[in-house]
């Protein structure tokens, strides 16, 4: 009987995992897709950078605000009905990926945007007196130069990520958050609460230990 | 080879505006090193930028090479910008690339051809003594080699112009030294006119062929080093070169001169030698002619663009009328004179 359960637990920690990676590796890069273009205009429309533009500025500037400013509880509950219109569902992992995604674009500009300002005015200088146009000035100097710090940043919007997955899996959003709501909280089973939370952190050590590990590499290689 | 007109640059902050750069007209010839000279906050950084527009200037012109600079819209300007080559204090050199890509970087902005980019990066790093370092990171370069690199970059698209922004501040004399000596190397060989910034008399002195000295957003002074050096004009010229030559009088040569007052026996001079007449042997003439004794107190001799120039403090001892005539007789050859005590 204990092995039987085990053995089930177990299929079912496994296929929650996985879906929580899933969920977490997709949305990721869908957030990044569109992050890292925003962020890298919210650097460059900035006051006395390349494409200064300050109406372009101030209302991307204002939009990543008030969209950081929804907690993202609420944030799942307003998508809905888009999600359904993307995906055809608001249930399961794969509608899990549009709240997740749209959350994490304004967090990853912002992020980008830390990164990018780091770098010395000088490179963007250099580069300008060469000739250089916006666009070379951005993926030769810009992108490069701020690596290490954004893989850092890649590691954390996944860490984040992790964390909004798990309260989309109590609305039904699939993975370790709803194994451990339904199984875990309404079915009083402990330890199963436990095996997700276990999992959780292994799974956040993992991720920034990865993205350590990259920056690190970058670095030490151009020292 | 640069014509700059009229000059000037105003920030406006709110509440006040600034003038950086207030009616600068300069000329520099093809082919010679012309250095701008000034204090930090003078505006000579401002003035740099303005020749490739890294910053726009408030009115005025900047024509190089016959092309009006200020007129370009911005895909001429890059255009442009590709044959002015530019080195700065902090190098500037991206740290994502090894030695050979930063300078691959200017040639890459141009879309030079990557088998021709290669024979050139390969060709600019030997020029600068650096072949062995290609695959190497900035990160392990010292400051020296840095600035090699930076050279080679700003020569990678055969520029008509070099532009260098307090280029040897960051860097130690020696350094210094061999950075300049490179640069003048390079304005030999290619025939490249170069335009430096700085707040060091010595960058000056050791390769500027003409000087401008920068002070309140104003020019103050334009002339050959030679020139400025022997005869500066302003106090802030003076200062400048005070920082090389020391021109000032040693404290205890003012006590002694003022020991000696009026003696007709002993004269305190100090003999200032430009050019040529350093080399000949004015000194011993002069002693062996009037039969006066020479007491060498301070000197200084230093050489600027290969012609000797300095200064000697002698007490002269003798007879009166002798020593008058000695001292005549060194006026006469031009020497600048100048008598410490007495008179």
């Known amino acids: 009987m204990v092995i039987e359960l085990n053995s089930w637990f177990a299929d079912k920690l496994l296929t929650a995992t996985w879906e929580t990676l899933y969920m977490v590796i997709i949305s990721t890069f869908f957030s990044y897709l569109f992050g890292l273009p925003l962020g890298v205009i919210l650097v460059t429309t900035s006051e006395g950078h390349i494409l200064e533009s300050k109406g372009v500025n101030r209302v991307l500037g204002a939009i990543v605000n008030a969209t950081r400013s929804i907690p993202f509880i609420i944030f799942l509950i307003l998508l809905i009905p888009l999600t359904r219109l993307i995906v055809g569902t608001s249930i399961g992992t794969v509608a899990s990926i549009v709240p997740l995604t749209l959350a994490a674009i304004p967090f990853v500009a912002r992020l980008v945007e830390t990164s990018l300002k780091e770098i010395d005015w000088g490179l963007i200088e250099a580069a300008l007196s060469m000739g250089a146009s916006a666009w070379q000035v951005i993926h030769k100097v810009l992108i490069p130069e701020a690596k290490p710090s954004l893989i850092l940043g890649v590691a954390i919007t996944a860490i984040n990520l992790i964390g909004y997955s798990a309260m989309a899996g109590i609305v039904g959003g699939g993975g370790l958050g709803t194994l451990a709501y339904y199984y875990g909280y309404q079915r009083y089973e402990t330890p199963v609460m436990w095996a997700t939370v276990i999992v959780l952190i292994i799974m956040v050590q993992g991720i920034q230990m990865i993205g350590d590990a990259l920056a690190a590499k970058v670095i030490s290689r151009r020292r | 080879m640069i014509e700059i007109k009229g000059l000037t640059k105003i920030y406006k902050t709110p509440g006040q505006e600034i003038k950086v750069l207030d009616n600068v ?56 910008r590709q044959k002015i080559g530019m080195i700065f204090q902090h190098f500037n050199l991206l740290s994502s690339r090894t030695v050979f890509n930063n300078v691959m970087f200017p040639l890459e902005i141009a879309g030079v051809p990557r088998r021709e980019a290669d024979r050139r990066v390969k060709e600019l790093l030997k020029l600068v003594g650096l072949a062995d370092k290609a695959e190497v990171y900035p990160g392990q370069l010292s400051g020296g080699q840095k600035q090699r690199v930076g050279i080679a970059r700003a020569l990678a698209n055969d520029p008509k112009v070099l532009l260098s922004d307090e280029a040897t501040s960051a860097l130690d004399p020696q350094t210094t030294r061999s950075i300049l000596g490179l640069l003048k190397d390079i304005n030999r060989r290619l025939n490249l006119t170069i335009l430096l910034i700085t707040h060091d008399m010595n960058v000056i002195k050791e390769i500027c062929d003409r000087v401008a000295v920068i002070h309140n957003s104003k020019i103050v002074e334009v002339g050959d080093v030679l020139e400025i050096f022997s005869n500066p004009r302003t106090p802030i010229s003076r200062n400048f070169i005070n920082t090389v030559m020391n021109r000032d009088i040693p404290e205890e040569l003012l006590y002694r001169s003022k020991q000696l007052g009026a003696s007709m026996t002993a004269k305190l001079i100090r003999v200032t030698f430009i050019g040529e007449s350093a080399e000949e042997p004015v000194i011993t003439s002069m002693i062996k002619k009037y039969n006066v004794k020479a007491n060498i107190l301070y000197g200084n001799i230093d050489r600027i663009k290969g012609k000797p120039f300095g200064n000697l403090t002698l007490e002269l001892l003798g007879e009166p009328a002798l020593v008058d005539k000695a001292v005549n007789y060194l006026k006469n050859l031009d020497l600048e004179v100048e008598v410490l005590n007495g008179d």
């Not at chain 2, 090193?33 to 000034?38: A, L, N, Q, S, V």
């Not at chain 2, 930028?49 to 190089?64: A, D, H």
């Open chain 2, 25 to 80: 007209n300069l000329y520099i010839k093809k082919g010679e090193i012309f250095g701008i000279i000034g204090l930090s906050g003078a505006g000579k950084s401002t003035l740099v930028r303005c020749i490739n527009m890294l910053e726009k200037p408030t009115s005025g012109q900047i024509i190089v090479d016959g092309q009006d600079i200020t007129a370009l819209n911005s895909r001429e300007l890059r255009a442009a």
